[in-house]
């Protein structure tokens, strides 16, 4: 159980394009996805905080112009990168947050990988 | 904000020898702290966690010790194989607020 499937798992476009990529929770409801970005050999940022339902929360530095999130449903997750360009290369890996309970923890998605030529 | 400094960066072991990865961070209102394998390429993957009401935690080959008062939390694996090798983050928590990732760990088994 608590499965989390992000689409798609690679993907290359070109500078100036957008790219959307979704992010599922297959096997339960998340009220709660989050959005984070991870350069090679670093750390996990956070980016984003996707509430199903109301606008997501960004965080400091994130241009929410830039990194548009859709949180339409309590399994679906949507960030798209627009106007991509190469320094938005990057790992983008989503998380969500079981719906309802006690429960605080994350369970992480594949991720996807975004080159922008 | 929350400041989580995880050591060491890399680790090397001989297969079958015991692994510790540490962790401190700053806010003691935190009580959540998990810990994840990450391997090349993938999402990272949780292993194990903890509550602020416990001091360890032990799930076969791996376990979780917490120090609230120091603010120190570890990770330690026992017996370690070749596919224990990957990177490993420690993460802290208030609950349902966001999670603050470590720097992570390169560990390395050696066969």
Redesign the interface.
């Known amino acids: 159980g608590a499965v989390?499937s992000?689409h798609p798992s690679r993907v290359i476009c070109k500078s100036g394009t957008s790219v959307k990529i979704e992010c599922r929770s297959l096997d339960f409801q998340a009220t709660t996805m989050?959005w984070y970005r991870q350069f090679p050999k670093?750390?996990?940022m956070?980016m984003a905080?996707s509430n199903e339902g109301s606008k997501a929360t960004y965080e400091q530095g994130v241009e929410k112009d830039k990194f548009l999130i859709n949180h339409a449903s309590l399994t679906l997750s949507t960030l798209t990168v627009t106007s991509a360009h190469p320094e938005d290369s990057s790992f983008y890996?989503c998380?969500a947050?079981i719906a309802g309970g006690a429960a605080?923890?994350?369970?992480?998605?594949?991720?996807t990988?975004l080159t922008v030529l | 904000g929350e400041n989580v400094e995880q050591h060491p960066s890399t680790l090397s072991v001989q297969e079958g020898d015991s692994a510790v990865i540490k962790c401190t961070y700053s806010d003691s209102a935190s009580n959540?702290f998990?810990w994840?394998k990450q391997e090349l390429?993938?999402?990272?993957?949780?292993i194990i966690?903890i509550r602020s009401n416990v001091g360890e935690k032990k799930d076969q080959r791996i376990a979780v010790t917490l120090n609230k008062t120091a603010k120190h939390f570890s990770l330690h694996i026992t017996e370690t194989q070749p596919e224990d090798s990957a990177v490993y983050?420690c993460a802290v928590?208030g609950?349902?607020q966001?999670?603050?990732?470590?720097?992570?760990t390169k560990l390395q088994v050696i066969p």
Request: hydrophobic residues 30%; glycine residues 18%; aromatic residues 20%.
């Open positions: 989390v992000q989050f670093q750390s996990l956070l905080t890996i998380s947050r605080v923890e994350q369970f992480f998605g594949p991720g990988r | 959540y998990p994840y390429g993938k999402g990272p993957q949780l966690d983050f928590s609950g349902y966001k999670v603050t990732f470590g720097t992570g």
